[in-house]
């Protein structure tokens, strides 16, 4: 592992401190594959969402979708009755857009041209959606978009390991969330730096073989390392997230785990967080991600 270190360390203070301009053409041609961003990718999380939470009829808060609304289209076309959107989604025109129609026409075009979706109004979709301008945990801006409004489910795909403040987001979710409502998210517990790794067959054994390189260090020299502007993890691992489930009132339903190819070191930093030594044990700590339905019951 220690040869490895003297690579890693470098390659993410070179990438954290790289211009933006080389930062988005590095990812642009050496970038995870292509199919990560794809209309067909979208249909596959919402898939995944629907087999967890039937939403026909229901409102639906999606946390985290980024400029990508393929989703929540989606879910529309499949019988949500309205979809909430949350994140720093709202300015159309950085996209080239005029306003939200052309908005979102622009993602059914895609999705059409994929054979994915049939022709549907965008007026339609428009009337369903809500852009909630903001990020999850700044609560007053996000209680004041919803109004009052409480949801029947939450969702999310690879958002969670983004968020630091990940108690105020379950605090969030505790407000927003129906009695009884499900919630929905898929971690990505894996290193993000080592995604673009993926792209080539002859580098993949760098992603597989140190997905979880980020949890090798201590706090402090990860604080040095972690891209908390363009690529910020929270090096939350799954019993953190045992804690917060119980501790805000939610009971887990449902728990998939898909288990790193390779069993890795995790520094102590992390491991001393966790106050249940029984949490301890690899089923829990040698993780690439996870998917956990949950319902609140408070």
């Known amino acids: 592992m220690t040869p490895f270190i003297f690579f890693d360390v470098p390659y993410k203070l070179f990438r954290k401190n790289i211009p933006n301009l080389t930062y988005v053409v590095a990812r642009k041609f050496l970038g995870r594959i292509k199919a990560f961003c794809s209309p ?11 087999e967890n939470i039937p939403f026909k009829g229901k409102t639906i808060l999606e946390i985290g979708p980024g400029n990508d609304i393929s989703t929540a289209i989606l879910m529309i ?3 949500a009755e309205r979809v909430y959107l949350v994140d720093k989604i709202s300015d159309f025109t950085d996209k080239g857009h005029n306003n939200e129609i052309e908005f ?4 059914q075009h895609k999705m059409m041209e994929e054979a994915l979706i049939d022709e549907y109004p965008p007026q339609l979709v428009s009337d369903k959606i809500c852009f909630v301008d ?21 969702v999310s795909h690879q958002v969670l390991e983004h968020i630091d403040n990940l108690d ?8 927003i969330l129906k009695q009884g409502g499900l919630m929905f998210h898929e971690i990505d517990f894996s290193d993000h730096t080592m995604h673009i790794f993926s792209k080539y067959s002859f580098l993949s054994f760098l992603n597989q073989n140190h997905s979880l390189a980020h949890l090798y260090y201590s706090d402090s020299l990860w604080r040095a390392c972690n891209d908390t502007v363009r690529l910020n993890m929270n090096r939350n691992i799954l019993p953190d997230y045992f804690m917060r489930f119980k501790r805000y009132g939610f009971t887990i339903t449902r728990l998939f785990r898909t288990e790193v190819k390779r069993k890795q070191k995790i520094h102590s930093d992390i491991l001393f967080r966790i106050a249940d030594d029984k ?3 690899d089923d829990n700590l040698q993780l690439s991600s996870v998917s956990i339905q949950a319902k609140l019951d408070r």
Not at 40 to 50: D, F, G, P, S, T
Not at 168 to 175: D, H, L, P, V
């Open 168 to 175: 105020e987001a379950f605090k969030n979710m505790r407000t």
């Open 40 to 50: 067909e990718h979208a249909l596959k999380i919402v898939n995944l969402y629907q």
């Open 134 to 154: 903001c990020y999850f945990t700044d609560s007053n801006p996000l209680f004041e978009a919803l109004g009052g409004v409480k949801v029947d489910c939450i």
């Open 104 to 107: 979102i026409r622009a993602f």
């Open 77 to 79: 076309m499949q019988g």
């Open 279 to 281: 949490l301890k044990n």
